[in-house]
């Protein structure tokens, strides 16, 4: 959400009821800033289960079929050495570093694929800019609208959730009259 309104409400419930308003009243672009999990809001805004995991999973079983694959090569193959009477494929033997660098490959692309999807690092963002949306992090909720859902009218859009028990309602970046007509 680069531009909207923001609202703070100061619990979890004024929040959720807030939410399930602006659902009923058609809006579909909505955004929340909580302290603390809340149940069922995923559900509530409408986010949908993530598909990084459909990403993830192959990676890290690619990871450990290359880690197999080496140890292989290394041991078999390219260089057999009797060690102990062992023969030089031995599965048992392969399977801690398979293990450790199936987790590897996983970890590492779940942190990549995270921060690309959450288009991260990102320094500045027009939230920050928001007389007390710090406290979304302490003890504050807060719901946002953005500016580019076709509900979204400036006007309007204070006044209901202003109606709906906002403490502080206060406008996010640039809304330009392109955003709030399209």
């Known amino acids: ?13 004024a929040l959720l009821a807030a939410i399930d308003w602006l659902r009923a009243a058609g809006y579909q672009r ?12 995923e559900e509530k805004l409408g986010i949908e289960r993530s598909w990084l995991n459909w990403l993830i999973f192959p990676i890290g079983m690619g990871g450990a079929g290359f880690a197999f694959f080496f140890q292989w090569y290394c041991n078999a193959y390219s260089y057999p050495i009797n060690v102990g009477g062992r023969p030089p494929f031995a ?10 660098t199936g987790i590897l490959f996983t970890g590492i692309s779940a942190f990549v694929l995270l921060f690309w ?9 027009p939230l920050f800019e928001v007389e007390g949306f710090e406290r979304a992090t302490i003890d504050r909720f807060w719901v946002g609208v953005s500016a580019t859902d076709p509900k979204f009218d400036l006007a309007r859009t204070s006044h209901e959730l202003a109606e709906l028990g906002a403490g ?3 406008p996010v970046g640039a809304i330009t009259d392109e955003e709030t007509t399209s």
Not at 30 to 41: G, S, V
């Open 91 to 100: 599965i048992p033997a392969f399977i801690p570093i398979t293990f450790e």
């Open 1 to 13: 959400m680069r531009g909207g309104l923001v609202a703070e409400f100061e619990t979890g419930d």
């Open 117 to 125: 999807v959450c288009r991260m690092p990102s320094l500045t963002h």
């Open 30 to 41: 909505l955004d929340a800033f909580t302290p603390t999990p809340l149940h069922h809001l």
């Open 168 to 170: 502080k309602i206060a």
